[in-house]
Structure formats: C-alpha cells, structure tokens
C-alpha cells in the first residue's frame, strides 16, 4: 500500500464509528477543485509517508479506543494490495469504511462479497456520461453505474456524495444524478470550499462556479424526489 497521508483520530469520517484514517497516493481522475491535491497528484506506485505496518501497529495499541478504519485518498482501489490490507484490518477486529470514486467496479464487488467492507462512500462527481469531457479522463462511463448498483446492491451501509461546483453540478446534471441513485439510502451534498489548496488553483477564481445555501437547497429538493435521506455537509 502506498500510504501519503494517517490520521489518528476522526469522529466525522466514519458515521457512528470513532476511526483513524489512511490516505493513499494516487488518482485516475483530474478533478480542479480537488482539497487533496498532494495525494490526487502522487504516482499510485510512488513512495508513501507511511507503510501498512505503521497502521497495523498503531491499531494494535489502540485495540478498545479506535473502532474503525477510513481508508480514502486518492482513489483506494488504484492500489493492487487494497483486499491484503483491508483483510488484516478486519482480521484485527475493526470496521472499514472505503471511500472511491467508483472508477473500479471489479474491486468493490470483490470487496464486498468477501464482506471486507462495512461502509461505502462514493463521490459522485457529475452524471456519468459527462464524466470524459468534465474530468479529462479515459473512464468507461459505464464503470459510475455499474459501482452504483453494486454499492446498492451489496454494501452492508453505503452514502453517495457530491461536491457541488459548477460546471460539473447544474440542475439537470442532479436530476440526472439522481435517477442513476433511485432509492439509495443516502446522498450528501457537499459546498465546494473556496479557500482551500485546489488540485488546479486557478479554479477558484471564478465567482459563478460556486453555489449560494440557498441554491444547495434547491439542489437538495431534486434529489429528496428519489433518494431516501439527503443531507447538507
């Protein structure tokens, strides 16, 4: 595992669950306003800050404090150790929640019909069909839907979640968004901060890109027509 970044303690990341967190390095999408830009940027084959004994260690001596492990980035499932990794974890007594892109289908149906994973995350970044043009990427397009059915379909809990950022969030890219998530459990909706490091940081400038509360609000109301829970972050 290429590991880029550890965080010890977190009581947000992983709902109902006190957990640390791994950052692994590396990521097959280029999204501007990305607050991970050291991660996103980083070779998936590169050298890490930190190894997987370090985390087994730290977990070893927080046995009873920490619940949980949040394993995010970067894109996860880039890294060809993830199910060794995700198989210790578990086999040491703790909950993972895997955060993704869902650019991997294969990888979370592996993951989870080997019930490694408790929680699923999946950013949502814009309707799938949008995906090459917006995120300058070679992504089949099928591969966001297929990682939305499998997430629905065998993920023991699961959220989708979306940061929203013109021009890869209107009114009808979320009508579109939201009939690919038809009944799914959870879906958050996510301000674009603006003054934070950016993957691209010229991004930023341009005022019309970001939304008003009042427009995340908006938003909000299309997606509460087929989802079951929508929340504000």
Do not use: W
């Amino acid at each position: 595992m290429r590991i880029g970044g550890f965080q010890k303690n977190s009581l947000i990341d992983f709902p109902g669950t006190v957990a640390c967190a791994v950052f692994t390095t590396g990521c097959n999408f280029f999204c501007p306003y990305c607050h991970n830009p050291d991660l996103a940027a980083g070779p998936v084959t590169g050298i890490g800050s930190h190894n997987a004994q370090d985390v087994f260690i730290f977990l070893a001596s927080r046995k009873g404090l920490v619940d949980g492990v949040v394993i995010t980035g970067g894109e996860p499932c880039l890294q060809p150790d993830l199910t060794d990794f995700i198989f210790q974890i578990k086999h040491m007594g703790f909950a993972v929640k895997l955060d993704t892109n869902g650019s991997r289908p294969q990888v979370l149906t592996h993951l989870l019909d080997l019930s490694l994973v408790d929680y699923v995350a999946m950013d949502v970044k814009t309707a799938p069909n949008l995906y090459p043009d917006i995120l300058k990427t070679s992504l089949r397009v099928d591969a966001i839907k297929e990682s939305m059915d499998v997430i629905m379909a065998k993920a023991p809990a699961y959220e989708f979640r979306t940061t929203c950022v013109r021009p890869f969030i209107t009114e009808e890219i979320m009508e579109k968004i939201c009939r690919q998530i038809r009944g799914a459990q959870k879906y958050v909706l996510q301000k674009c901060s603006r003054n934070v490091q950016m993957l691209d940081p010229h991004f930023s400038r341009q005022a019309d890109r970001f939304f008003s509360d009042l427009e995340i609000q908006e938003l909000k109301a299309i997606a509460e027509k087929t989802v079951k829970t929508v929340i504000i972050r």
